[in-house]
Every structure is written in structure tokens, then in C-alpha cells.
């Protein structure tokens, strides 16, 4: 490759004239002048596909105008609601979303976004509990190398050493157990019989942890950390339930990223044919158009809530905002006249159909994931199934790239983070807006081949 087009490919973003008062900016030199169904344009004229989807968060298309007018037509009526008084845009939204949860998950409390979701999530089991007669029961089992969110609660859910080192002193030290992996499945064991032995590391946490004194597990339905996207069969996730039920622990489902459609169906603990008992959701729920999130609890732990046995202790400013109920109500009605959730499912079938051509590649080690989830698991060696060393600025070589060729990526979060213990390789996501269609599919795959070709090549990986 040559230094002028090296030259001419997108690079980090100065800190100068205006973005110098934005705190800890660290974006790629794309200026955004907007967006239309899975595509930005910067204010250039040039256009990129929206291959992951931002964060894995925006699952209806890009500018919609009937999300315009929902949101419009909110904005004319009322725009906040006083406390004493009756929010009818959020009852008649929680209404709604209750159509289409699973049968037992009935009743939502609205906040947000993500973290606050998870957060409220491990609140509102406390308090069951508390209702319930066991006050002792207060600790939550998460995993290691999950994510469930920014804030310090939600941080130390996450079994990230990277929080610790940082916020160690601050943050809960929650129990952690390793989720389902393909990866360490032993030889000539079944995924089945595989998925049997790992649900059984939450039975010994609980036993070491004491029954009394767990109120959840928290995991997300995905995987996490270096097997992001990976799907567990449903026997694990089916002992997982029978676990949680013998020693009375709520199985908290964190549905932030896969909930709305993300994997062809509303919500991914559907392939496994279990229901949590509390569900976190969040991005795709207005498809990003305005800040929401939910917590939807099943009627078991409603009912103390619901008898006025208990009041739940929580509360946000924005909860259930007009503006986000307006939205939230129209992005199901989308989902459901465009057909969505199947078009995921369809979409997602022939996504994946590129599975053997992407494995061709030297530098990609795994592919998984389902619906329009896709995980490329990215190394440097597939030998050695690691990545690049940090200072080789690899991931940002590629974004620069990838750029250049049309796509905008989220990764570049990951590199510099990884720990070399992992020895592994890093989640590259392709999970682009759920009204993506075929032609468009071709033409992202076409894009993220040429990309991957010159990376290699640029990378030394052969």
C-alpha cells in the first residue's frame, strides 16, 4: 500500500478548535451529517454502511420518519411528567411491550439505557427478597469477562480486571463464575454434554457462596468476553433455569444487546425455551432514536410489588420520559409492520452463509453468533490464535481501512484493553440494523473482504 493512500484514509481526530472541550474524545476523523436506513453520510458527501450497528444498538433503520412524527407529535403534547402525576404514554407503552415478552414477563419499569436497566434489575430482586422473607439473600453471580454496564453497581457485575484496576476499591466484589464456551470444550465431549458440565459452576457458587445469601445470577444470553456471540446450547441454559429455581435465585437475563430482533426472535432466550425472571433491555428499544430502557419482571416477583406487601425504593428523573415511550411505541409497531424480527432471522441465516469464506482468511480464527449477530473472532497468527501486540495500533489500522472502504465498525474499544493472558483474538461485530436486505449484505461482505485483504497485507498476516 502506499504512503498516499495511507495518507488519504481516515485517522484519529485531533483534539483542536471545538472537539478540545468534548473530555476524553477519542473518535476517527469522520464527521457525520446524517443518516438513512443502514447508511451514514459525512459532511463530505461520503457514505458508509452501519456494519455493527453502532454499540450493537440501532436495529431499525437510520431516519426514519415515522419515528420522526411519533416523536414530533409527542413534543406537542407534553414532554415531561411531573411525579404525582399519571404518565399515560408509559402505561400505555408498557401495555404494549407486554404483548410481546414472554408470557410470564408482564410488568416493566422504565429508566434510561443499559446500565441503569441492570442496575435496577439487582434492586428490584433485593427487594423481592426482602418482600419475600429472606432478607439475607443479597448477593448477585455474574461472569467473568461480561459487560452489564458504566456505572460503578454495574461494574463490579462485570468481570472485567480492567475495572478493578481502576475502580477496585469502589466497586462490589460480586461472586463470578466462567459462562458456556466452545472454546475449552474437552475433545470428543458433546456441545450437549459440554453445556450440562459448565451449568454446574453455578451450583458450586452457590454452595460456596451459601444459598441464603444469593439473590441473582446476571448473564447475558451471547456469551461474553472472548466468546462474545457465542451460543450456548439450550440444555445449558435449561440447567441454568433448574439450578436457579432449586436454591430460590432469580435468573436475571440481560437482554441489552440481543432483545428487539438482534437474533431473529424478540428476545434470545426464546432459542432456549426458558424465561428469566427479571429481563433487562435497552438500545433497540427505540432503536436508539431516544435514550430508553426497561427491566420487565415476571409476575412471581411483581406480586409483593403488585399486593402492596413492598414498594420499590428506586427511581430516575427521566424514567418512563414521554419522548421515549413515543418512540419505544412506534419502534414496536416498525418491528411489527415491516416484519422485522423475521426479516432478522432471514437476513441473519444469510449472513451467516459467509461462515466458510470468512474462515478462509489467515486472520480470522472463529466465526459465531446468530440472527444478525455476527462475531469474527480477529487474530494475528491463527497458529497461535492471538492478536497483535498493542503498539502495533493493529485495530486502529484496521478501522482506518475500513473507512476508507465505506464501513464504519465499533471495536476500537478492545485493543489496547485486551489482556495478553487471554491469548486470544478480538471480537470484530458485524451486526448492522435488522432492515438490512440482501443486496446490501453483498455489498457490506464485498467491502469488509477488500478490507480484510489490505489489513492482512498491511499487518504482515499471512
Known amino acids: 500500500m502506499t504512503v498516499e493512500t495511507k495518507m488519504n484514509r481516515p485517522g484519529p481526530l485531533k483534539a483542536e478548535g471545538s472537539w478540545s472541550n468534548v473530555f476524553s474524545y477519542h473518535t476517527m476523523d469522520i464527521e457525520v451529517a446524517k443518516s438513512e436506513g443502514i447508511y451514514f453520510y459525512d459532511v463530505n458527501g461520503n457514505k458508509y454502511i452501519d456494519a455493527s450497528g453502532g454499540p450493537m444498538a440501532f436495529t431499525l433503520p437510520h431516519g426514519d420518519k415515522r419515528m420522526?412524527?411519533?416523536?414530533?407529535?409527542?413534543?406537542?403534547?407534553?414532554?415531561?411528567?411531573?411525579?404525582?402525576?399519571?404518565?399515560?404514554?408509559?402505561?400505555?407503552?408498557?401495555?404494549?411491550?407486554a404483548e410481546v415478552t414472554p408470557k410470564n414477563l408482564n410488568t416493566s419499569y422504565l429508566v434510561c439505557g443499559g446500565s441503569e436497566a441492570v442496575e435496577t434489575a439487582i434492586k428490584a430482586a433485593r427487594q423481592y427478597h426482602l418482600a419475600s422473607g429472606n432478607p439475607s439473600?443479597?448477593?448477585v453471580i455474574s461472569n467473568y469477562g461480561s459487560y452489564h454496564g458504566m456505572t460503578l453497581a454495574t461494574q463490579g457485575l462485570s468481570g472485567n480486571p480492567g475495572?478493578?484496576?481502576h475502580f477496585g476499591e469502589m466497586l462490589t466484589k460480586w461472586p463470578h463464575i466462567h459462562q458456556y464456551s466452545d472454546h475449552d470444550k474437552p475433545d470428543g465431549m458433546s456441545r450437549e454434554e459440554w453445556g450440562l458440565k459448565c451449568a454446574e459452576r453455578l451450583e458450586k457458587m452457590i454452595y460456596f457462596e451459601g444459598p441464603k445469601t444469593v439473590s441473582a445470577y446476571i448473564?447475558?444470553?451471547?456469551?461474553?468476553?472472548?466468546?462474545?456471540?457465542?451460543?450456548?446450547?439450550?440444555?445449558?441454559?435449561?440447567?441454568?433455569?433448574?439450578?436457579?429455581?432449586?436454591?430460590?435465585?432469580?435468573?436475571?437475563?440481560?437482554?441489552?444487546v440481543t432483545g428487539f430482533g438482534r437474533t431473529g426472535k424478540w428476545f434470545a432466550m426464546e432459542h432456549f425455551d426458558v424465561e428469566a425472571d427479571i429481563m433487562t433491555v435497552a438500545k433497540g428499544i427505540t432503536g436508539c432514536y431516544v435514550p430508553m430502557g426497561a427491566v420487565v419482571v415476571s409476575d412471581r416477583v411483581n406480586e409483593p410489588f403488585k399486593s402492596g406487601a413492598a414498594y420499590f425504593v428506586h427511581?430516575?428523573?427521566?424514567?418512563?420520559?414521554?419522548?421515549?415511550?413515543a418512540a419505544a411505541t412506534k419502534a414496536l409497531e416498525i418491528y411489527q409492520e415491516d416484519n422485522l424480527i423475521d426479516n432478522s432471522n432471514k437476513m441473519g441465516n444469510y449472513l451467516h452463509s459467509f461462515k466458510e469464506e470468512l474462515l478462509d482468511r489467515p486472520c480470522i480464527k472463529d466465526v459465531r453468533g446468530w440472527g444478525l449477530m455476527m462475531c469474527l473472532e480477529v487474530v494475528a497468527s491463527k497458529e497461535s490464535g492471538e492478536y497483535f501486540e498493542s503498539s502495533k495500533g493493529a485495530e486502529g489500522v484496521f478501522q482506518s481501512i475500513a473507512l476508507k472502504n465505506g464501513l464504519?465498525?465499533?471495536?476500537?474499544?478492545?485493543?489496547?484493553?485486551?489482556?495478553?493472558?487471554?491469548?486470544?483474538?478480538?471480537?470484530?461485530?458485524?451486526?448492522?440494523?435488522?432492515?438490512?436486505?440482501?443486496?446490501?449484505?453483498?455489498?457490506?461482505m464485498h467491502r469488509l473482504y477488500e478490507s480484510l485483504d489490505e489489513w492482512q497485507e498491511e499487518m504482515g498476516v499471512c
Not at 412524527?69 to 407503552?93: G, R
Not at 465498525?409 to 486470544?424: C, D, N, Q, V, W
Open 315 to 325: 427511581g430516575f428523573t427521566n424514567g418512563g420520559h414521554p419522548l421515549g415511550c
Open 163 to 165: 475495572y478493578q484496576r
Open 219 to 256: 448473564a447475558t444470553p451471547q456469551g461474553c468476553g472472548s466468546d462474545y456471540a457465542a451460543v450456548a446450547p439450550k440444555e445449558y441454559w435449561q440447567r441454568i433455569r433448574e439450578i436457579c429455581d432449586r436454591y430460590d435465585v432469580l435468573l436475571i437475563a440481560d437482554e441489552v
Open 408 to 444: 464504519a465498525f465499533y471495536s476500537t474499544l478492545y485493543g489496547a484493553r485486551r489482556e495478553p493472558i487471554f491469548k486470544r483474538g478480538l471480537p470484530l461485530m458485524i451486526s448492522p440494523p435488522i432492515s438490512i436486505n440482501k443486496n446490501q449484505i453483498d455489498d457490506l
Open 137 to 139: 439473600k443479597h448477593k
Open 68 to 97: 420522526k412524527e411519533a416523536i414530533s407529535k409527542q413534543m406537542e403534547n407534553f414532554t415531561h411528567v411531573h411525579p404525582t402525576l399519571s404518565n399515560k404514554p408509559q402505561a400505555d407503552y408498557c401495555s404494549k411491550l
